[in-house]
């Protein structure tokens, strides 16, 4: 009894949690409470464009660790460049252990773009952030102008302060006295990059696009104060409050990622927090040592902000002067994180260019056929699967039938739930999962064949049909499963694809043949008092 009960738990769990991810795909409208996941569809079913790059290693004299390193440099700065397309789901991966890389970008159907990105230069740079004086001169300036000029820049009405202006002058009834109240000041720029909670100097993700947009205005750029640069902070994934730092810098770089030799990840082993834990060294070659030496000997506690691609990964404060051109970067770091700005330190200087060797763009006419020919293949795999169990094996054809269907919306639920992307090989996947969905419940139903044949009362046939069974079903899913990791493993995009939906499928099928079917036939047994099984 209690066994059951344990049982019973783990398939509401399932079910509760296959319906949670599933049904936001095919109901629309749920409650708030619900998730915002969706399943994500690949290049091959949404269309857009696929780039294949290869390092270069031709006219360079590199051991094996420094080309190892340069592949992985490569596929960090290019992932930090293709941030900025806004492609939803991009995939880059590098093709096995060799030094060429693919990039898929859907729904994107000009490559030119993305080509001229990738192909640029890496950009590492140190700049100092700008003082109190120079950013609040900053802010009053680009408020000024975004104020008088609000009609050019219709995204931006949102921030404006003009409705406030109204009020105040029914109010006060003149606009001298509007003019002499500083808290009614029209400032846009002021309200786009401060948060929700009224911290300054921090922007939203969901106007991102907005300020990305105003600082490739060439307008907006000449009323930045002269030797000024406004930057954007690195994303933070973990971020709960859903923000990025905006940064005020001096616009000259005190110095570039051409003077860094090396930089790596070690960890401390001091007593105080700020000594412990993961952290970032770096080193300066000789002219590097000496530019950085004077640097930090000039700005003591001031900060120093470092940039790729004009973007700021991290901005610590200046605690002493460095003769020697070693610095640490601290912080409340892992280890990966402190591997990831390891690499993108190190990527000022790319020790080998990549090249695009194949491109190509998938047009959305072949997704649209390719998912409806998917979805045909699958109704009609299943319609066939179940009109053939039921006709075979009767009311027990009709319990495996239910495993089926909850096995198609387990893959998924799960496939929603890790952030997954379906692919064409993935719904190959699915449709393989169909049929051995009912091949762990051929095996027990004809194992209640036999023990009713040898006549064995109904409640005993199912039970030793279950367990008799078990052994059998188990070998062939954990065989099938083993060989589906190993396609993930070594696979690449595709294949990769195929193996995760079949992976879960054999996941899902044992679950609904042995645990889900066996708990219908106790209910079916236990509830009416049988003498015959429809099997």
């Not at 009323?223 to 902070?233: E, F, K, R, T, Y």
């Not at 470092?306 to 610590?316: E, G, Q, T, Y």
């Not at 099938?480 to 079949?502: E, M, S």
Request: aromatic share 8%.
């Amino acid at each position: 009894m209690r066994n059951k009960k344990i049982r019973g738990l783990i398939i509401i769990v399932v079910l509760l949690v296959t319906a949670y991810y599933f049904l936001p795909l095919v109901v629309s409208n749920l409650p708030s409470f619900w998730t915002s996941k969706r399943l994500k569809l690949g290049l091959d079913l949404q269309g857009g464009s696929q780039i294949q790059l290869e390092v270069d290693f031709t006219d360079l004299e590199l051991t094996e660790k420094e080309k190892e390193d340069a592949v992985k440099t490569a596929l960090q700065i290019i992932r930090n460049r293709i941030d900025q397309f806004g492609v939803s789901e991009p995939m880059l991966q590098r093709v096995g252990n060799t030094n060429r890389i693919i990039i898929q970008l859907p729904g994107l159907k000009d490559p030119s773009r993305a080509k001229d990105l990738i192909g640029k230069t890496a950009l590492l740079e140190f700049k100092l952030l700008a003082n109190s004086e120079q950013i609040q001169e900053t802010y009053e300036k680009l408020d000024k102008y975004l104020a008088e000029n609000i009609e050019k820049y219709e995204y931006l009405e949102e921030f404006s302060d003009v409705d406030k202006e109204e009020e105040a002058l029914d109010i006060l009834g003149s606009e001298e006295e509007l003019d002499e109240t500083e808290e009614i000041t029209n400032r846009v720029f002021s309200n786009l990059t401060t948060s929700d909670d009224g911290y300054p100097m921090i922007i939203q993700y969901e106007n991102i696009p907005e300020f990305k947009q105003l600082l490739e205005d060439n307008d907006f750029q000449k009323q930045i104060p002269a030797g000024i640069q406004i930057a954007l902070g690195k994303q933070d994934k973990n971020d709960p409050y859903n923000v990025r730092p905006i940064y005020v810098l001096k616009q000259r770089a005190e110095i570039t990622g051409q003077y860094l030799e090396n930089a790596m990840t070690k960890i401390g082993q001091g007593y105080s927090p700020k000594d412990k834990g993961p952290y970032i060294y770096l080193q300066f070659n000789k002219s590097g040592s000496k530019k950085f030496k004077n640097i930090t000997g000039q700005n003591i506690d001031k900060k120093l902000a470092i940039l790729l691609d004009d973007i700021v990964f991290i901005a610590p404060t200046i605690e002493s002067r460095i003769p020697n051109g070693e610095a640490r970067i601290t912080g409340s770091f892992t280890i990966e994180e402190c591997h990831d700005l390891v690499i993108v330190l190190n990527a000022g200087s790319l020790p080998a260019p990549a090249n695009i060797i194949e491109e190509r763009t998938v047009g959305p006419t072949l997704g649209s056929d390719s998912i409806q020919a998917g979805i045909l293949a699958a109704i009609i795999g299943m319609a066939v699967i179940f009109l053939f169990m039921i006709i075979y094996y009767g009311v027990s054809g009709f319990f495996a039938d239910i495993a089926v269907i909850v096995n198609m919306g387990f893959i998924i639920a799960i496939m929603t739930m890790l952030e997954g992307t379906l692919t064409m090989p993935g719904i190959a996947g699915m449709i393989l999962t169909i049929g051995m969905a009912v091949d762990a419940n051929v095996l027990i139903f004809e194992r209640i064949r036999e023990n009713l044949r040898l006549g064995k009362t109904v409640r005993t046939a199912v039970d030793s049909g279950f367990s008799r069974a078990l052994v059998t079903i188990l070998d062939a899913n954990i065989t099938t499963l083993i060989t589906a990791l190993v396609l993930y493993r070594l696979g690449t995009g595709p294949i990769k694809g195929f193996a995760v939906t079949l992976s879960i499928g054999i996941v899902g099928s044992m679950f609904a043949s042995i645990v889900l079917v066996k708990a219908i036939f106790d209910g079916f047994i236990t509830n009416i008092a049988r003498d015959k099984l429809s099997i």
